[in-house]
């Protein structure tokens, strides 16, 4: 779970959108300071850039990079700390910038925020080291008695709220060693390289530290774990209020867990800090101490202003790692003695997860946070222990929900006890069908679940229904049976056409043609760069490339609003065909927009290749395809020279890109170099190069493994992907063209073993590159033969993807990645659901780009 979504789901409640796009006016939670409401002073200039808000001097120039000054606040000192920066930085025209409202500095300050982020609340930037200095003291002396959270990545001035690190001032760019855009700083070469931007103070190797930080240097190196009796073993987990480490007790020898809070960091919903919530969790467990259920609480100490709380280690599992382990619906077949002893475990394990809750709440304490992740069962499966009770309240006090695990948020209305009768709930469907994420969206859907898990489960529908009640019950009801009541679907994703005509009308349904970062909706990538709403994979190229794919004709407003996106790309924008200008650049020619799409093709020629990475995804390898494509549909001989050199250096990069952190598949693998080496192969016949994409696709099945029943996946070191992304169904797609090619006996029984990873019932997500579609659309096209690639097989994961789709406005919609909003775009969202369904039931050939349907011929290669 990726828990840096959620702060997208505040500012509407059926799509993802930008933190800093909540309402700002009037009074409520996203209202400005009032600091954030002037104007600009007389020869200055403001400037409004995401979360924050930015005031310079016209007349001031700035270095590119240098000591930068943090001031951190908590959210009731913050607009008073502002108010006495504001009237330091201005009379002396000293830069700087701002988080501007109270709920944007809080989001900068939640539990899963960025931490190397966290505590940011204003950045001032000195013209040179002397004035850092004097606007250090000056501000560390004005600011003396006011608290923070302590920034991560600074050095702390004293004992204030003021940090200072060296960074750079302007927005510049570069690639790190993954080929990923990162903010950069310049080098005394002139070379630029990443700003190291994470949860530590860094330096870069050219700089000296100044005289007058040393002392807070020394300071921060000062601080160490001597003194305590514990000794740290491990890290079991970091959130932005601080750690949770596994430990021992030095005087018994007894194993510990402590856990760490970080003052006015880490905020709760109701504004609570980690350590606030530590103390909950104290409180709460010394309440309940006896209970088999609930770990004893050892030991409370601070250190360094950081409080931490040991706890009784609890051996075994937590519930959700069973699914891997235990779930039926991961085979393709499981059988009906299989469905009955996973229903037999299932039940029995709510039964002691709801007897634990009982326990606790015969205390008088609610939970307040149950969830698969937060329930410890034991090795041998017959006890559970309940974990992290920094949210548990006493009942009397019927608070409210203030943290959740996104597929077990209660209702706003739920209070007390109620909140864990609604977890309960959600548990009872969870077990067998994990996503009750999508309740978020819509609790209608409980009941469209329940009728799923009844069918697939010999599950007693009372127990069933019982939980739907709970978890819609302020909902209106139908008043039928499951069995008379209405279609939740308004069509189901088989039923092709009118599931592609109705995807379609949803995708044109939720565009707003009037916003400059996005016209159609979808993952939280939109906000990551300048181009993420104008993208293939998460904006309007993608979306209109599938629409023209699927037959679903022109769109010409959506057609426009690209256009005028990519017509001056701003600095920063990616270049790679699915993150940024050469994917755009390649769907405009294909929609008629040639002149457009060479003028965006120049940008890209005109930049900087090196430090690109290899990748399909945002570097060389996906280039050089658009490149290649360009030329042969406009007879530009430059573009194909262009793609060749792509070609070579790509070739050049395979080998370093290698070694145990490399990333495999299709879009971020090895497979992707391979695609461009096949298609420039084909185009001249050079033997090297069907040579080079067989290495390439070597090196990707070195990465995989074998899993039950023979499925080949991606071993990814903590889980194993089958996905058509980053898992074993995109190299199957290669694995499909290069047999066209050539032998290869491991090549074509890898491609077998691929199919069956394509085979499982249940995918935990629907979209195209980590999902459900992805299957749909590698079966739909491989020239595999044999179990699992008949007509049947297909259907029957055409028809899985109705498990997760959702209505929007009477269309058929799909969630995004984390399923706690609807997404539009190809790789998360309903255009990579249209695509995948077009592949399978569309009456003409449609594919990914570069990825046509296999032709006749040798393309079964040999089989083994």
Not at 544 to 551: D, H
Not at 657 to 674: D, F, K, M, Q, W
Not at 830 to 854: E, I, K, M, S, Y
Request: aromatic share 8%; proline share 6%.
């Amino acid at each position: 779970m990726n828990k840096g979504y959620a702060v997208f789901c505040d500012a509407d409640r059926r799509f993802y959108d930008a933190p800093h796009l909540l309402a700002e006016d009037g009074d409520g939670p996203g209202r400005l300071y009032e600091a954030a409401r002037r104007e600009a002073p007389a020869g200055w200039q403001r400037h409004r850039a995401g979360d924050w808000l930015a005031y310079r001097p016209l007349d001031g120039g700035l270095p590119a990079q240098g000591w930068k000054i943090h001031v951190a606040a908590r959210l009731d000192n913050a607009e008073k700390v502002l108010a006495q920066v504001w009237d330091y930085c201005v009379p002396r025209d000293i830069a700087f910038k701002f988080v501007p409202s109270r709920y944007l500095l809080h989001n900068r300050n939640a539990k899963y925020a960025d931490r190397a982020a966290s505590g940011k609340f204003i950045t001032v930037y000195p013209a040179c080291d002397d004035q850092c200095r004097t606007v250090a003291e000056d501000l560390g002396a004005l600011l003396a008695g006011e608290d923070g959270p302590y920034i991560l990545s600074d050095l702390r001035w004293g004992a204030g709220p003021v940090f200072v690190r060296y960074g750079s001032f302007t927005e510049r760019h570069c690639r790190d060693e993954q080929g990923e855009l990162r903010p950069a700083v310049e080098d005394p070469s002139g070379r630029l390289v990443p700003d190291v931007r994470g949860p530590a103070f860094h330096l870069p190797d050219w700089v000296a530290l100044p005289d007058f930080l040393r002392p807070h240097a020394e300071a921060r190196a000062a601080v160490t774990t001597d003194g305590i009796p514990y000794t740290v073993e491990r890290a079991l987990h970091f959130s932005n209020g601080g750690g949770v480490y596994v430990g021992r007790d030095e005087r018994t020898g007894r194993r510990v867990v402590l856990k760490e809070g970080r003052p006015h960091a880490g905020l709760a919903a109701d504004g609570a800090d980690a350590v606030t919530r530590l103390e909950r969790e104290r409180d709460a467990l010394q309440r309940l101490s006896g209970l088999p259920c609930t770990p004893e609480v050892l030991d409370w100490f601070t250190l360094a202003d950081h409080r931490f709380l040991v706890l009784e280690y609890i051996e075994g599992r937590p519930l959700n790692s069973f699914f891997a382990r235990r779930h039926p619906l991961i085979e393709e077949d499981p059988g009906e003695e299989a469905l009955a002893a996973y229903t037999r475990w299932a039940l029995r394990v709510h039964r002691l997860v709801e007897e634990a809750v009982a326990q606790v709440h015969a205390r008088g304490v609610v939970f307040n946070d149950l969830h698969l992740f937060n329930i410890m069962v034991g090795e041998d499966e017959s006890s559970v222990v309940l974990l992290d009770f920094e949210a548990a309240a006493p009942a009397s006090e019927g608070r409210r929900q203030v943290i959740a695990n996104p597929g077990f948020v209660a209702p706003a209305d739920r209070r007390g006890a109620d909140v864990d009768r609604y977890a309960l709930a959600c548990l009872r469907l969870a077990l067998f069908l994990p996503l009750t994420s999508l309740f978020a969206v819509d609790r209608a859907k409980a009941a469209h679940l329940a009728d799923i898990v009844a069918e697939n489960f010999p599950v007693d529908r009372a127990f069933l229904d019982e939980a739907v009640a709970e978890i819609t019950r302020d909902l209106p009801a139908t008043g039928a049976a499951p069995a008379h009541r209405p279609r939740y679907l308004p069509v189901e994703p088989g039923d092709w056409p009118h599931s592609r005509d109705s995807m379609a009308d949803a995708i044109r349904a939720s565009a707003r043609f009037g916003r400059d970062d996005r016209c159609v909706p979808g993952d939280i990538a939109q906000f990551a760069t300048p181009v993420g709403g104008a993208c293939f994979a998460h904006g309007a190229a993608g979306v209109l490339y599938a629409l023209a794919e699927t037959g679903c004709g022109r769109w010409p407003e959506a057609e426009e609003w690209l256009l005028r996106s990519v017509r001056r790309p701003a600095s920063g924008s990616p270049l790679g065909f699915y993150d940024g200008l050469a994917g755009a650049a390649w769907t405009l020619d294909r929609l008629g927009h040639r002149k457009a799409a060479l003028d965006l093709v120049d940008v890209v020629l005109g930049e900087d290749w090196s430090g690109m990475g290899p990748d399909l995804y945002g570097g060389l390898a996906g280039i050089g395809l658009a490149l290649d494509s360009l030329a042969e549909s406009t007879g530009e001989s430059a573009l194909r020279d262009a793609a060749v050199r792509c070609g070579r250096l790509v070739a050049g990069a395979a080998e370093p890109a290698g070694g145990p952190g490399r990333r495999a598949g299709l879009l971020h693998g090895a497979s992707g170099a391979a695609l461009l080496h096949l298609r420039l192969y084909e185009r001249t016949g050079d033997p090297a190069l069907l040579r080079l994409a067989s290495d390439a696709l070597h090196r990707d099945l070195d990465r995989c493994v074998r899993g039950a029943g023979g499925a080949l996946q991606v071993d990814e070191g903590w889980r194993t992907m089958p996905y058509l992304g980053a898992g074993s169904a995109g190299i199957g797609m290669v694995l499909d063209d290069w047999l066209v090619h050539g032998d290869d006996e491991r090549f074509a029984r890898a491609r077998q073993e691929i199919v069956r990873a394509a085979q499982a019932k249940f995918y935990a997500q629907p979209g195209l590159f980590r999902g459900a579609a992805g299957m749909v659309l590698h079966l739909s096209r491989t020239a595999a033969t044999g179990p699992g690639t008949s007509s049947a097989d297909l259907a029957r994961q055409i028809g899985v993807l109705s498990w997760h789709a959702l209505p929007y406005e009477g269309r058929l919609a799909f969630p995004g990645e984390q399923m706690m909003r609807l997404s539009m775009d190809l790789a998360t969202g309903t255009a990579g659901c249209l695509l995948a369904l077009g592949a399978a039931r569309h009456g003409t050939p449609v594919q990914l780009p570069f990825l046509p349907p296999v032709p006749p011929g040798r393309s079964s290669g040999p089989q083994s």
